[in-house]
C-alpha cells in the first residue's frame, strides 16, 4: 500500500506497516493494542490532550492545515457561543511561546513539514511521518506538547523515575525515524525535540540525542524491537494469542475473576 498524506493514519495501513504509536501500544498492553487494531474495542480516553497537541502542530505545518484542523474539529474546540474552549487557549499560548524563540524558528521553520517516511527494520516495514526535516543541515524536528517538562515517571526496570521522553517511549521513536529517514533519502540525521509545556506562562525547551546516556538508550530502544516485533506480526496476523497486561483500560473493561489474589499480594505501583 503506497502511503500518502490522505491514508497515513488509516487504520488499514497499520496492517502493511508498523509506527511507532501501534509498537508502543503492543509492548504496552497486547489484548488492547490488537482489540483496538482491529476496530473491537473503542478506547474512552479523552482525546482532549491528542487534539492540542494536534492542532499545536497543524500550526507549525503551514496555515492551510491550521484552518482545516479547526474546521474539522471546532465542535470540540469551541464552546457554544463560539468561544475557544480553555485547553485550546492553552493552545495557543503553547503556539506564541515557541513562536517566540529564536532557535526554534531557525531549526524548525526552514526544515521540510510532515514528511512521510518509511523503510525496513528488522525485516519488517515501518512508516514514520517527520515533523519538520531538514536534509541539508542532517538533522530533523518533533515538536512535543507535555504537562511538564521536568516531571518525572515511575520506571519500574529503571526503579527510579525518568523524564518523559524516555516515559513516553520517544527514545524509540527518535531511533525509528533516524533509521527510516536514512533509507528513504540516504542521509543519516539527527534528532531534535522541541518539548513545550501546558503550564501558564509555557515553559519550553530544545533536547538533543547525542550524549553517551542519549546514544544508549536510542540502541536500547531498537534492541527492543528486535526482540520483540516478530511476536507482534505473529499477533497481528493471528498466528500468536494476545496477553492481557490485567490493568489497562481495556482490560477493566472486559475483566472476569478467574482466581483469587492473596490480599498481601496486590500489586502496586
Ligand atoms: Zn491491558
Redesign the pocket.
Known amino acids: 500500500m503506497e502511503l500518502t498524506a490522505e491514508n497515513y493514519y488509516d487504520n488499514a495501513t497499520s496492517f502493511d506497516y508498523m509506527s511507532t504509536s501501534l509498537y508502543k501500544d503492543f509492548r ?5 493494542a490488537l482489540a483496538k487494531l482491529n476496530g473491537e474495542y473503542m478506547p474512552v480516553m479523552d482525546p482532549t490532550a491528542l487534539l492540542v497537541g494536534n492542532y499545536v502542530h497543524s500550526y507549525f505545518e503551514s496555515e492551510a492545515s491550521h484552518s482545516a484542523f479547526i474546521e474539522k474539529n471546532k465542535d470540540a474546540m469551541m464552546t457554544k457561543s463560539g468561544a475557544l474552549r480553555a485547553p485550546y487557549k492553552v493552545g495557543d499560548n503553547m503556539i506564541k511561546c515557541l513562536e517566540a524563540d529564536r532557535v526554534f524558528n531557525n531549526l524548525y521553520s526552514v526544515g521540510e513539514k510532515e514528511v512521510i517516511v518509511t523503510g525496513d527494520i528488522f525485516g519488517h516495514q515501518w512508516k514514520g511521518k517527520i515533523d519538520s526535516l531538514n536534509l541539508d543541515k542532517q538533522y530533523f524536528c518533533d515538536i512535543k506538547t507535555t504537562a511538564d517538562i521536568h516531571k518525572g515517571f515511575w520506571d519500574k526496570d529503571e526503579r527510579r523515575k525518568v523524564p518523559f521522553i524516555k516515559a513516553y517511549g520517544y527514545y524509540l521513536q527518535m531511533a525509528v525515524y533516524t533509521e527510516l529517514i536514512k533509507q528513504t533519502f540516504g542521509v543519516e540525521c539527527q534528532p531534535f525535540i522541541f518539548a513545550v509545556s501546558k503550564q501558564t506562562p509555557c515553559d519550553h525547551d530544545a533536547f538533543s540525542f547525542n550524549s553517551e546516556q542519549d546514544q544508549e538508550y536510542l540502541k536500547e530502544a531498537l534492541e527492543d524491537v528486535k526482540e520483540h516485533q516478530d511476536h507482534i506480526a505473529d499477533l497481528i496476523a493471528g498466528r500468536a494469542e494476545p496477553e ?9 473493561a472486559t475483566k472476569q475473576i478467574t482466581a483469587f489474589t492473596s490480599a498481601a499480594d496486590i500489586e502496586v505501583e
Open positions: 504496552k498492553c497486547e489484548a488492547f492481557r497486561c490485567g490493568h489497562c483500560e481495556y482490560c477493566r
